[in-house]
């Protein structure tokens, strides 16, 4: 499975983002889908997965209701649209997949294709 994401940038505190990722090389009747997060001082986290059959979203516990996570199935593609952006968001954000066999949460080490990343800064 290929994950190519795009979105990153460096943005004022307060503003929005919109990060990207779309699947190629397979195909899954049910996936997890989304986006983990590492910093210069934090292990990878866990930002947020789409499960695609029936559409549920979970949000690390980090996110505090400014990011939301959609998909657009008929592209393969998830998006995270982060909103009031502030500099403890800034990260390299990393895109995954994997079957969803036994339910989507947010464990790095269940998660074997992983996307290059994408960087997002956000100044103090």
């Known amino acids: 499975v290929q994950l190519e994401e795009s979105g990153g940038d460096s943005v004022r505190p307060g503003d929005s983002l919109r990060l990207s990722c779309t699947a190629s090389g397979a195909t899954y009747a049910s996936a997890c889908m989304g986006w983990f997060r590492q910093t210069a001082r934090r292990n990878r986290e866990g930002v947020a997965i789409f499960q695609t059959d029936d559409r549920t979203s979970y949000y690390g516990s980090a996110v505090s209701g400014r990011f939301t996570i959609s998909q657009d199935p008929t592209k393969n593609t998830v998006y995270l649209q982060m909103n009031r952006l502030k500099p403890e968001h800034t990260g390299t954000y990393y895109c995954?997949?994997?079957?969803?066999?036994?339910?989507?949460?947010?464990?790095?080490?269940?998660?074997?294709?992983w996307g290059q990343g994408t960087q997002v800064t956000v100044p103090s």
């Open positions: 995954v997949i994997r079957r969803a066999d036994s339910g989507c949460r947010l464990f790095p080490y269940e998660y074997k294709d």
